[in-house]
Structures are given as C-alpha cells and as structure tokens.
C-alpha cells in the first residue's frame, strides 16, 4: 500500500439525485502538505466530511497506518488524530482561548475528575508559545482577529496530538503578511511530522507550499502528481477540462469618453490626495497590498464612509455623495468583498435579494409580486444563476452563484459606474470565469468599472489601466500590455521597502 498514513480507496458518496463522489482515490504521507483542489462541487467538502466522520461512504474503504477504519463521528476522528480548521473558525467568541482550545476534551484532576483550570491554562499558553502568538490565554475569543482565530485552531488540533491536519481556505481572510506567518507555521508542522491536506482555490498558494497535488471534477478523481512535475495551467486544465489563457475572457473594447473622475479625494488615516478618471467602457483596476486604502476609497466613492476633501465627478458634474442612497441614484454602484455579510440576504430568496436595491421603484402600497418575480427572473437567465428557482434561498447557493446575485442586485439599480471589490473572492475557477465574462458585457455596454482585486494575474488580464495603491497613496499607474506582476509588487510594497530588503 506504501508509506501512507491516510488512505481513501474508491470512495462514492450518494445523496438524493446526486453522486457527490465516485470512486475516489486519496493517499497522505506522514510529514507531507498534500493539496487537494477542485472547483465548487466538485466533491472537496464531501471528501473531508467522510474523513472527518461527518458523512459515512456509500461505498470504499478507508485505511490509517494501514488498517481498515470506519468514523462513526467527528468525535471518532479526532481521537483517532484526524483534525479540521475551516475557512470560518468554529469559535466560541465569549469564552476564554483557553477554553476554546480544550473544548470538548478539557484536561481533568485525575482524583476529583473536575476541571483543571490551572493545567489548561498553563498547556494552552504553551502551545500559543509554539505558534508564536504573545496572548493571554484566558483572553475572550471575541478580542482576537481573524488570522489569530485561525492559529487558536490550529492549537486546538495539536492539543487533540493531531496526526492529520485538513485546513479548508485557511488564508480567505489573511492579509499577506497574516499568510506568510501561517505558512511558516505550517511548514513546522511539516517538518515535525504532521501531515496536512490543504484546500485553496488560490493556486499560487498550493504551488508555493505543496509537496502534491490531487485535482477533483464534478465527484471523481482526476489526477495526483507531485507539485514540481505540473504548472499551474495543467492544474487548472484538470480542474475545468480547459487550459488557464481561457479562464480572462478579456474583450478588447476601446474606451469612449471621460465618464468619472475623483480629484484629490482623502480621508484622514485611510488614503490621501487621490485622483483619476474613468472612461466609459473602461476597466480600471486598483491593486495593493491589504490596508493600502483601495475598500476604504471605494467605501468613500460609494457614500459609506465620509472624505474629508476632494470632490467627486460624474459626467462633468460634481457629485454630493453623503450616503450610499445619493451614490445609487447618481448611478454609482458597488459590490462588497464580504459578500454575504454586506452584500446579501441569507435567509431570504433570490427574487427578494435581486429586487433589494429596486424596491423603491414599484409604485405600489404592497410589493408587486409578480413584477418583483418578472425582474429577478430576467436576471437569472441573464446572469445564467444556477439555481432551482428564484425563490430558492440565497444562501443554498453555490459561492459563485452568490455572488452573480449580488451583481445582479447591482445591475438591476442600471449603474453607470461599478465598483467591484475582491469580486472572484472564493469562488472556483469555473465560476470566476463566468464572472469575468459578466463584467466584460458590462463594460460592453458601456459602464465604467472599478475592479480591485488581491489577484495579480485577474488585475493584468481584467484591467485596461492599473493603479497601484501602498500606503493611501497611488504610487504607480499602468496600461494593459506594460506590466508585470513583479512590478505591481514593487509599487505596492513602496520603493523604500525595496531599498531596505536590498540593503
């Protein structure tokens, strides 16, 4: 069978009307970070649910250290070694870390079997110590960040003595030093013998810390190699069955005339004395590292967050922009990063989500029903939404689907100018495609778009311009064709970072 730790024999997971898996092969090595890759649906979560204990298989047969296992619970897994951190840490935000760490398993008085408060908090803090986190570990959860949320977790694996760690989207959320910091953790964790399944859409991510990679498409297995004997266009090729030069369907389309400009615009602690223009038809794209202002400045554009000078302009005209109510019916319109935080409605339907913006324009007492419907509908078809109808709930959807609802929530207010934040954030290669080819109708049509975006690869091919934000500034301004991802960094990270990493 090999030197496998783990290993998942002609899996096949069944649900009504759906094979979710079909004869699927996974082997993990001890001390390896095995990638595991595939676009929505294509049976990743399913997969983890069964080695997790979540789900039982239909069919298959798993092995640990060689022998035939069967997980009647998550509970099961975990004392067998096997643990997950999700992309949404699973934390109890008013407890203390130290409680969250043994949560479900607290250490004892081996005389009075009751709580050992003093041992839990000592073990904890040792643990925090190897993931070089300076926190007191009765400090409340609620206190800590995102990237210290998802490190706590990791400490609760290894207090589990965890063998198999299975990490699910860990940097979604990360700015780029809070990844580089997880890496680095994770890489002890390799070294040390702990074998870790890492899912990520980002690929860059896979590639750089990958020892293999398994692809997954729609429930079976595609493939497994080693990371140094693939590209990242093969990768993709197995994900969605085509090569990566058709994942930016970008169409060339030449810019009419001047359509918005911002002059000078700055808000105190966030970004300073920003200025350019939009043409119609135009995408221009904004890139930077995490905190260089770019959500802050749209945030501002789109009447969110007060400026504290400069002047906004649309059509030759300046615009007052106090609310996000005067920013939409000038024609200025904006899709969050956060999606189903600041973009939707989860518990309501697609019909209800779409119409969201609109609902002002019914000119009834009662909402018009069947108009509401007539318009939601016209978008699903339009966005080609996948979806069961439009009264399905939003938050049943795929994230890709989601995310084409929240655009069309936007379309339906008719912009003239779109800000699009993060708009691919997690979502699967297929899907960014089909989101790709949506902005590039709408610039067709002639909307000025705004696209900031923490992909380098989706901002070059995208974009017909790209500024580079560092710090709250615009500190380089490109065309399409004249660039490179190694220079959008160095603008990014600012000439004196450069200088001193040099030096």
């Given at each position: 069978?090999?030197n496998?730790?783990l290993?998942?024999h ?6 009504p009307g759906v ?6 092969q996974?082997q993990?090595?001890?001390?390896e ?5 595939g676009e929505n649906?294509?049976g ?5 649910k ?12 798993i092995?640990?250290?060689?022998e035939?296992?069967?997980f009647?619970g998550p509970?099961?897994a975990q004392?067998a ?8 840490p ?5 407890l203390?870390?130290?409680?969250n760490?043994f ?5 004892l008085h081996?005389?009075s079997?009751?709580?050992?408060w003093?041992a ?9 110590q ?6 007191d ?8 960040n995102?990237a210290e949320r ?5 400490a ?19 700015t780029i030093?809070?990844?580089k910091?997880?890496?680095?953790i994770?890489?002890?964790?390799r070294?040390?013998?702990v074998?870790?399944v890492?899912i990520?859409?980002r690929?860059d ?8 990679v398994?692809v997954?498409?729609?429930g079976k297995?595609?493939g497994t ?7 990242v ?6 994900m969605?069955g ?5 994942m930016?369907p970008k169409?060339?389309?030449e ?5 918005f400009r ?5 808000r105190h ?5 920003i ?8 995408i221009?794209g904004i890139a930077g590292?995490v905190?260089?202002?770019r959500t802050?400045?749209a945030e501002a554009?789109f ?6 000078q400069?002047t906004?302009?649309l059509d030759q ?6 609310s996000p109510h005067?920013?939409?019916?000038a ?5 969050p990063?956060d999606?189903?935080r600041?973009?939707?409605v ?20 009662l ?10 509908q016209q978008?699903v078809d339009?966005?080609d939404?996948?979806?069961?109808g439009?009264m ?13 609802v ?5 379309m339906a207010t008719k912009p003239r100018?779109?800000?699009l934040?993060e ?8 899907a960014?495609t089909a989101?790709?080819?949506l ?6 049509e ?6 900031i975006?923490s992909e380098?690869?989706?901002v ?5 311009r790209?500024?580079?934000?560092h710090?709250?500034e615009?500190a380089a301004e490109?065309?399409?064709g004249?660039v490179?991802q190694?220079q959008?960094l160095?603008a990014a990270?600012?000439?004196r ?7």
């Open positions: 069978m090999g496998y730790i290993e998942l002609n899996l096949t997971k069944r649900f094979t979710a898996l079909d004869q699927v996974f993990l090595k001890p001390g970070i095995h990638a595991l890759v649906g294509a990743k979560s399913t997969l983890i069964i080695i997790t204990g979540v789900y039982q298989p239909d069919q298959g047969q092995l640990l250290n060689g035939p296992v069967s009647a509970i099961n004392q070694g096997i643990a997950a951190i999700y992309q949404d699973t934390t109890f935000v008013e203390s870390i130290a409680e760490v949560m479900g398993h607290p250490i081996p005389k079997k009751r709580i050992n003093q839990m908090h000592n073990t904890t803090k040792k643990l925090l190897e993931l070089e986190l300076d926190i570990p009765d400090t409340p959860m609620k206190f800590l995102v998802q490190l706590i977790e990791i609760k694996a290894l207090s589990l003595h965890s063998k198999i760690l299975i990490m699910d989207e860990p940097t979604s959320a990360l030093q809070e990844t910091r997880l890496f680095d994770i890489n002890r964790l070294a040390s013998g074998a870790i890492f990520s859409h690929l991510e896979v590639f750089e810390l990958a020892d293999r398994t997954l498409r729609d297995y595609i190699h080693n990371i140094n004997e693939v590209t266009d093969k990768v993709i090729q197995m969605v085509r090569p990566m030069h058709e930016y169409t060339t389309i810019p009419g005339p001047e359509l911002v002059e000078n615009l700055t602690g966030d970004f300073f004395n200025s350019f223009s939009l043409r119609r038809g135009e221009l590292l905190g260089a202002g802050e400045l554009i009447g969110i967050t007060r400026f504290n400069g906004i302009w005209k300046e615009l007052k922009v106090r005067d920013a939409l019916s024609g200025i319109a904006y899709l990063e999606r189903q600041c973009g939707l989860l518990p309501m339907n697609i019909a209800s989500n779409v119409t969201l913006s609109i609902l002002e324009t019914f000119k009834y007492r909402l018009n029903k069947p108009q509401e419907c007539l318009i939601a978008f339009k966005l939404i996948r979806t069961s439009i399905q709930l939003v938050r049943n959807l795929s994230g890709g689907n989601q995310q084409k929240v655009l069309a929530k936007w100018v779109l800000i934040d708009p691919t954030k997690g979502i699967d290669v297929q960014k989101v790709y080819g902005i590039n109708n709408l610039a067709a002639g909307l000025g778009i705004i696209l975006s380098l690869p989706e070059i091919c995208m974009s017909d790209i500024l580079v934000m710090e709250g615009i490109f065309e399409r004249q490179t190694e959008i160095q990270i600012g000439r970072q450069l200088e001193a990493d040099v030096s």
